[in-house]
């Protein structure tokens, strides 16, 4: 699954280009779920979890490091895209609490 991410492809048709979508979004949905699962972690260890103990220097931060790995999109695409994310490992923390 790992080597959708790593193995550079180059897709000749529109079949085989979403093909490599396909692995590529597999993958991604896995490590989405581990995100998530590693900040609800951090939700049940922080003082203050939730929304209300977001660490916007630190989510800054986080951005900017990822628009060196991923330099075409940048941060100002980026930012969007990890506030999501951020956003949706929230919400779950939360409903996993209530569920607890």
């Known amino acids: ?3 959708a ?4 492809e180059v897709p000749r048709t529109v079949a085989g280009a979403r093909a490599a979508i396909d692995r590529v979004d597999a993958a991604l949905a896995t490590v989405l779920e581990r995100r998530a699962t590693l900040a609800g972690t951090v939700q049940r260890l ?3 979890g939730g929304f209300a103990g977001r ?3 630190r989510e800054r931060r986080l951005v900017a490091a990822m628009a060196h790995r991923a330099p075409r999109l940048g941060e100002s695409r980026l930012a969007p895209v990890m506030n999501a994310v951020i956003e949706a490992g929230l919400h779950l923390a939360e409903e996993e609490r209530s569920w607890a």
């Open 55 to 57: 660490d916007m220097e």
């Open 46 to 48: 922080k003082p203050v």
């Open 1 to 3: 699954m790992l080597a």
């Open 5 to 8: 991410l790593v193995r550079q």
